[in-house]
């Protein structure tokens, strides 16, 4: 699965930004999408993911309520709608695929190239 993100920019406290993740390749119902993020000096950490058949999603608690990962599955792009931004998530954003549902980055095989979503404050 080859995947490309896209869709970061400069925002402010408040505001809404949506990212996309365009999939291609071999993609199967039994894969998962996920959506991470790296902060400077932070390790990487999971943010949302979908499971692509039938569309069980999962968040990290620190952004439940506020991010909303969905998908297209006739387009094969995934998205993250980021709703009431935060200075603190202000991080590269990274699109990956597993096989199997997974909070940690290790099992996610296919990853995007990453875009940068900054929040000001």
């Known amino acids: 699965v080859q995947l490309q993100a896209s869709g970061g920019g400069l925002v402010q406290t408040g505001d809404s930004l949506r990212l996309s993740c365009a999939a291609s390749g071999r993609i199967f119902s039994s894969h998962v999408m996920g959506w991470f993020r790296q902060a400077p000096g932070k390790e990487r950490e999971f943010v949302a993911a979908?499971?692509?058949?039938?569309?069980?999603?999962y968040y990290a608690d620190s952004v439940k309520g506020r991010l909303l990962i969905s998908r297209d599955n006739a387009k094969n792009t995934v998205y993250l709608q980021m709703n009431s931004l935060r200075p603190e998530d202000t991080a590269v954003y990274y699109c990956?695929?597993?096989?199997?549902?997974?909070?940690?980055?290790?099992?996610?095989?296919?990853w995007g190239q990453g875009t940068q979503v900054t929040v000001s404050s």
């Open positions: 990956a695929a597993a096989t199997y549902y997974s909070d940690s980055a290790r099992h996610y095989g296919s």
């Open positions: 979908i499971r692509w058949g039938v569309g069980n999603t």
